[in-house]
T-cell receptor
């Protein structure tokens, strides 16, 4: 079955450490996205990528970094500069960034900083 | 910047009751509108979408939404809810010429009591 795989489902890290969240898709989608979901806050866009080797900042990119070396992969690194990293992180993809293309979402990674 | 308001944080209904969840957006130009649903323990999935044409949009599982341009609204409705509709519902908007970025509301949690 085609879909988006995020791993791990739960992640614990010590304060001050960088941590990388994995996102892989086998939908052959060009565009990929990272969102952060906080209780009562909805989803906020962190980064997006339209094609390989290209990505753009979203609304809350500070303290995060991404790479897009392969079409199917879009890992997110939460750096020590992110002041409040504990959250639920969602990865999404769409066939391209056209307005009419719905985004497909992964199951998410819940990150907790100890 | 676009903003999306969902009026109710938590709605509790008995089975067979009718449902209407409010969604208002701020941008007055061309918009594409979506409702996503997140069932407990599952990933976010598309419920329905509006791009153009008939302002009454039908989605999966008996849901529908009406786009009222003059009111900047895209309310979600279902005539008779079931326990299985218990989930969190997110309204999302793409707005502005050339934009593809989804702006999400904060979500409405629906609890259906058997």
């Amino acid at each position: 079955d085609g879909g988006i795989t995020q791993s791990p489902k739960y992640l614990f890290r010590k304060e001050g450490q960088n941590v990388t969240l994995s996102c892989e898709q086998n939908l052959n989608h060009d565009a990929m996205y990272w969102y952060r979901q906080d209780p009562g806050q909805g989803l906020r866009l962190i980064y997006y990528s339209q094609i390989v080797n290209d990505f753009q900042k979203g609304d809350i990119a500070e303290g995060y970094s991404v790479s897009r070396e392969k079409k199917e992969s879009f890992p997110l690194t939460v750096t020590s500069a992110q002041k409040n990293p504990t959250a639920f992180y969602l990865c999404a993809s769409s066939t391209h960034t056209g307005r009419e293309q719905p985004q497909h979402f992964g199951d998410g990674t819940r990150l907790s900083i100890l | 910047a676009q903003s999306v308001s969902q009026h109710n944080h938590h709605v509790i209904l008995s089975e067979a009751a009718s449902l209407e969840l409010g969604c208002n957006y701020s941008y007055g130009g061309t918009v594409n509108l979506f409702w996503y649903v997140q069932y407990p323990g599952q990933h976010l999935q598309l419920l329905l979408k509006y791009f153009s044409g008939d302002p009454l949009v039908k989605g999966i599982k008996g849901f529908e939404a009406e786009f009222i341009k003059s009111k900047f609204s895209f309310n979600l409705r279902k005539p008779s809810v079931q326990w299985s509709d218990t989930a969190e519902y997110f309204c999302a908007v793409i707005s502005g010429a050339g934009s593809y970025q989804l702006t999400f509301g904060k979500g409405t949690k629906l609890s259906v009591i058997p």
